[in-house]
T-cell receptor
Framework: TQLLEQSPQFLSIQEGENLTVYCNSSSVFSSLQWYRQEPGEGPVLLVTVVTGGEVKKLKRLTFQFGDARKDSSLHITAAQTGDTGLYLCAGYSGAGSYQLTFGKGTKLSVIP | GAVVSQHPSRVICKSGTSVKIECRSLDFQATTMFWYRQFPKKSLMLMATSNEGSKATYEQGVEKDKFLINHASLTLSTLTVTSAHPEDSSFYIC??????????????FGPGTRLTVL
């Protein structure tokens, strides 16, 4: 079983601050996806990264896939209260694999 | 993005009864759907992979006779929790794999079903 380690597990910051969430593994993933989940709802896909070294931006969110495709990071600039939620990284381990491996998630609270 | 729906969103049942949860892909065909279980403040745990027209593949430790999965069409998979007990209370989430997105192989998740067994 390939594991994805997310850190930190919990993060509480003031509105306007920056933060980074990490997703690491000893295994190579063909792609990694980042989701955000709010209480009582299903995960919503934010982005998929496929190429090693890839950087994708989604407004104030920047996603990076490591060169070796074993890790990824999510950076949020000037956090807002609406960013509060559970952030999950998930990945497919290889060609033909159709099962997502999920990290344990990072619970982000942005305080006004 | 693609839309996946789940019904019901919440269900409360008595111990010993069975509950059926539906998962539908609304604007695409999904030959493969997945059922997850999520405990409070925890990540998603894959229960089983549902394949259209064939038997579901269950993860280790998941009782196939208790969690019956049927994937009768390309847009519908159902999960039936049989003889439910309070320990089955959880948040159940389905996802559908969109084969149109071949490069990214994206899964889209339903909104979840909160099951409470009294």
């Amino acid at each position: 079983t390939q594991l994805l380690e997310q850190s930190p597990q919990f993060l509480s910051i003031q509105e306007g601050e920056n933060l980074t969430v990490y997703c690491n593994s000893s295994s190579v993933f063909s792609s990694l996806q980042w989701y955000r989940q709010e209480p009582g709802e299903g995960p919503v896909l934010l982005v998929t990264v496929v190429t090693g070294g890839e950087v994708k931006k989604l407004k104030r969110l920047t996603f990076q896939f490591g060169d070796a495709r074993k890790d990824s990071s999510l950076h949020i600039t000037a956090a807002q209260t609406g960013d509060t939620g559970l952030y999950l990284c998930a990945g497919y381990s290889g060609a033909g694999s159709y099962q997502l491996t999920f990290g344990k998630g990072t619970k982000l609270s942005v305080i006004p | 993005g693609a839309v996946v729906s789940q019904h019901p969103s919440r269900v409360i049942c008595k111990s010993g009864t069975s509950v059926k949860i539906e998962c539908r892909s609304l604007d695409f065909q999904a030959t493969t759907m997945f059922w997850y279980r999520q405990f409070p403040k925890k990540s998603l745990m894959l229960m089983a992979t549902s394949n259209e027209g064939s038997k579901a593949t269950y993860e280790q430790g998941v009782e196939k006779d208790k969690f019956l999965i049927n994937h009768a069409s390309l847009t519908l998979s159902t999960l039936t929790v049989t003889s439910a007990h309070p320990e089955d209370s959880s948040f159940y989430i389905c996802s559908a794999r969109d084969f149109r997105t071949r490069i990214t192989d994206t899964q889209y998740f339903g909104p979840g079903t909160r099951l409470t067994v009294l």
